[in-house]
C-alpha cells in the first residue's frame, strides 16, 4: 500500500526491538528496566518519531540509533504527549537527559555533545526508575 505524501507513517510499519536502560542506584545496586521500542532507523521514521501518537504506554518507547555520533537535536512538534528524552553518548552511556519534553512545543532540545542515539520514554518514566546520567541503553539491532 503506497504511502499518502504527507500523511503520517503508520507506527505498525516501525521495526521494533527490545531496549534495556542499567541502572546504578544507592550502594551500588544495579536494576535492569525492559522496554519496547519502535526504531527510527530510516530518516522518514526519525522525523516523524513519535508524533501524532495521543497515548504511550510505560514501558514502551522509541529509539533513534545515529549512524555516527554527531550534536542531536530534537522537537515536540505534532506530538501530543509529554516525554524523557535520553540522549545516548559512546558506550550507551545516558549523557543528558530532558524530562516532560512541552507537547507541541517547536522549541529545539539540544544533545549539546555528540550522542549515537536519543531514547524517548513516556513523560515522566525518568522520573519514576530514577534514571539519571551515566546510566546505561543497549538494543538489539531489529531483524527484518
Known amino acids: 500500500m503506497a504511502q499518502t505524501p504527507g500523511a503520517p507513517l503508520d507506527l505498525a510499519t516501525f521495526p521494533r526491538t527490545s531496549l534495556e536502560i542499567t541502572h546504578r542506584g544507592e550502594h551500588h545496586a544495579v536494576r535492569k528496566y525492559p522496554f519496547d521500542v519502535w526504531v527510527a532507523d530510516t530518516p522518514e521514521r526519525a522525523q516523524q518519531g513519535l508524533m501524532f501518537v495521543s497515548d504511550l ?34 558506550q550507551g552511556r545516558v549523557t543528558k537527559i530532558i524530562e516532560r519534553a512541552q507537547p507541541m512545543s517547536m522549541t529545539m532540545l539540544s544533545s549539546n555533545t555528540p550522542v549515537s542515539g536519543v531514547l524517548e520514554l513516556k513523560g515522566g518514566e525518568v522520573a519514576k526508575l530514577g534514571l539519571k546520567v551515566g546510566d546505561t541503553v543497549a538494543w538489539k539491532k531489529p531483524t527484518p
Open 57 to 90: 504506554p510505560e514501558g514502551r518507547g522509541m529509539v533513534f540509533p545515529l549512524e555516527s555520533p554527531r550534536v542531536e537535536t530534537m522537537w515536540m512538534k505534532n506530538t501530543y504527549i509529554e516525554l524523557d528524552m535520553l540522549f545516548i553518548g559512546a
